[in-house]
């Protein structure tokens, strides 16, 4: 028996879903672009990260983004005390000639810093401190922009006051211009210790072999090892160390706010 074709709607040609695919043949159902995955849950891809090697990565990637927060502080606040109380009225120019040179694509920067310390014949290059020094300068302006802003936020009159009560710079600084900016310095922090954390470029470019961070670990399993479901867990550790750190950030702001109310 000859069945007859359904007669055509005229709203048929006009939904995308219902359009021919190019060349005009549908493509069969069992064809798949990523070659026909499995999905489901296998545990031996997370049991698989209490390996030592992947721990060792983890821990060093977690040293690396702790030390390049603090080197970050360190750099961060005597700019942004220096630009935000002393800048007058080249405070805005002054941020701007720290803030434009960023809009330079990270990789670009990444390849000029490793130019620059490669040339300097102190063998930075291939060590941790290479990494740090690049993942530094990366991200150090995440951390000026936030004290500058609490800075400008900050009462003056506070760092006069404990000028007057007989406190030297180094002590008017640590316990009055410190707390004061607190939550500027958290800020900051997270938004360098976030990008830090799983950057891999500033490992590859100025790391060796033994200098590898979780990013990179991710990026091998992805494209090279083809080995998505290990590279799927190991991005899901790292979004809970993050998450970890977020969740403490947020709960800090909420217990500052608290005070600040009282």
Known sequence: MDLAP??????????????????????????????????????????????????????????????????????????????????????NLLIAAIVVPFFANYLVRMYGWSVVLSDDGTKVLQTGAGVVAGLVYGFVVFMIIPLYAAMERMDTSLIEAGRDLYGGPLRTFLYVTVPATRQGAAAGCVLVFLPAMGDFVSAQLMGGPDQIMIGNLIQDKFFQGQNWPLGSALTMLLMVVLFLGMLGYLRRTRKDEAEAAR
């Not at 005009?24 to 296998?42: A, I």
């Not at 060093?60 to 109380?85: D, E, H, K, Q």
Request: with cysteine.
């Open 6 to 91: 359904a007669p055509r709607h005229p709203l048929d040609d006009r939904l995308p879903g219902r359009l021919p695919p190019p060349g005009g043949h549908p493509r069969p159902r069992h064809h798949r672009p990523l070659g026909n995955p499995r999905f489901g849950f296998n545990p031996d891809n997370l049991t698989a990260l209490a390996d030592p090697a992947y721990r060792t990565v983890l821990l060093r990637s977690l040293g690396y983004a702790l030390i390049t927060c603090l080197i970050c502080l360190a750099v961060a606040y005597p700019v942004a005390y220096a630009i935000a109380l002393r800048g007058g009225r080249f405070k």
